[in-house]
């Protein structure tokens, strides 16, 4: 693959990999190693692919599992986060709900971005994320009454 053609897959798929990152991290630096780390390693499988659906599910199962890997590093055990994810690139009629969703506990914050924000099914989330259907349904569920409670504790 060229330097062009990288460079065109790079925009094809960077929003779903840097939404996915910011949302598995809470943190933009954080997000940011991990969307650079999935590219590296997307260009070293390029070939491996059967179709854009694979290439999808590859790139959000490998997002995962970078900021998995991340998160259980010794390094990231021993520095505290910045805490920048809040401000940026959020219009300031959203800022109140990001916050709110970027404060549900990780496993349901990525449940939640992938079903409600991707677009994927239930299903299509718990393959995703490596886990049952009702395991997706629970921290769905879960995530909603969370947000429920936060949102309009804030309304009153």
């Not at 897959?9 to 929003?15: G, L």
């Not at 910011?22 to 070939?47: C, G, K, P, S």
């Amino acid at each position: 693959m060229t330097r062009e053609e990288r460079g065109r897959e790079v925009e094809r798929w960077a929003d779903l990999v840097w939404r996915l990152a910011l949302v598995r991290t809470a943190d933009i630096h954080d997000a940011e190693d991990v969307f650079q780390e999935v590219f590296l390693r997307y260009f070293r499988h390029e070939d491996e692919f059967a179709d854009d659906g694979h290439r999808r599910a590859w790139l959000i199962r490998c997002t995962v599992n970078r900021a998995k890997s991340l998160h259980s590093s010794p390094w990231r055990r021993r520095t505290l986060p910045l805490e920048t994810a809040e401000s940026v690139g959020v219009r300031d009629e959203y800022r109140q709900a990001y916050a709110a969703v970027l404060a549900l506990p990780e496993k349901q914050r990525v449940a939640a971005h992938l079903h409600y924000c991707e677009g994927y099914s239930v299903q299509e989330t718990a393959e995703l994320l490596g886990c049952p259907e009702g395991t997706v349904k629970s921290r769905l569920a879960r995530a909603r009454e969370l947000l429920r409670l936060e949102l309009g504790k804030e309304e009153e």
